[in-house]
């Protein structure tokens, strides 16, 4: 059972646009929803985070949507660099003492100059 | 501050052997968790250790299992190892277990291959 649903798997944008990935999930008790960054050959960087009592937050030109009700989240990312072309990991869980992240399948971003 | 390390980057063994993975997370952090990553079920977690005992375990079988040391440094063991074992092995830290510890920092993970 996939927990979290991401999508588009994949994404084209121009230089200066903007991107946005999505992504949906099931379990009620999550409350703690971060995306993170992966470039080849790295690890997954902490990209920006978001608990469900906040519709929206913003770092930089990475914002995340957030609706409590439909049970989605989404990152924006507005004037899109070529050096932002990654895969992008949304993720979830709650509190309850496990520090065990659910992730989405990710999506790769290609940004053309 | 020096981030997450992972020792070795790069490992390759074959099938029926088993394999042991280091993780030293961020000083002061004191939570490890590993994750599986293959380009077909993604990033899958495994286990999770705090203060020397493990507090949650992901859905893989017994071969893999994991401990963590008095000074947080953590290590994961592959025994009997299947060509499906191929992965990138990805430990993370974060301060402790709870509220305040949700931000998880990766390292860059240890490339197993199995042939």
């Known amino acids: 059972q996939q927990q979290v649903k991401q999508s588009p798997q994949s994404l084209i944008v121009q230089k200066g646009g903007i991107s946005i990935i999505n992504c949906a999930y099931e379990n009620t008790a999550f409350d703690y929803f971060p995306w993170y960054q992966q470039f080849p050959g790295k690890g997954p960087a902490l990209l920006i985070a978001i608990r469900p009592d906040v519709s929206e937050k913003k770092e930089g030109r990475f914002t995340i949507s957030f609706n409590k009700s439909a049970k989605q989240f989404s990152l924006h990312i507005m004037d899109s660099q070529p050096g932002d072309s990654a895969t992008y990991f949304c993720a979830a869980s709650s509190q309850g003492g496990s520090e065990k992240l659910v992730f989405g399948k990710g999506t790769k971003l290609t940004v053309n100059p | 501050k020096a981030g997450v390390t992972q020792t070795p980057r790069y490992l390759i063994k074959t099938r029926g052997q088993q394999v042991t993975l280091s993780c030293s997370p961020i000083?002061?952090?004191?939570?490890v968790s590993w994750y599986q990553q293959t380009p077909g079920q993604g990033l899958q977690f495994l286990f999770e250790?705090?203060?020397?005992?493990?507090?949650n375990k992901g859905n893989f079988p017994g071969r893999f299992s994991g401990r963590q040391f008095s000074n947080s440094r953590s290590e994961m063991n592959v025994s009997t190892l299947e060509l499906g074992d191929s992965a990138l092995y990805l430990c993370?830290?974060?301060?402790?277990?709870?509220?305040?510890?949700?931000?998880?920092?990766f390292g860059p993970g240890t490339r197993l291959t199995v042939t």
């Open positions: 993370a830290s974060s301060p402790r277990p709870g509220q305040a510890s949700y931000e998880q920092y």
């Open positions: 000083s002061g952090h004191r939570s």
């Open positions: 250790y705090f203060s020397e005992t493990q507090r």
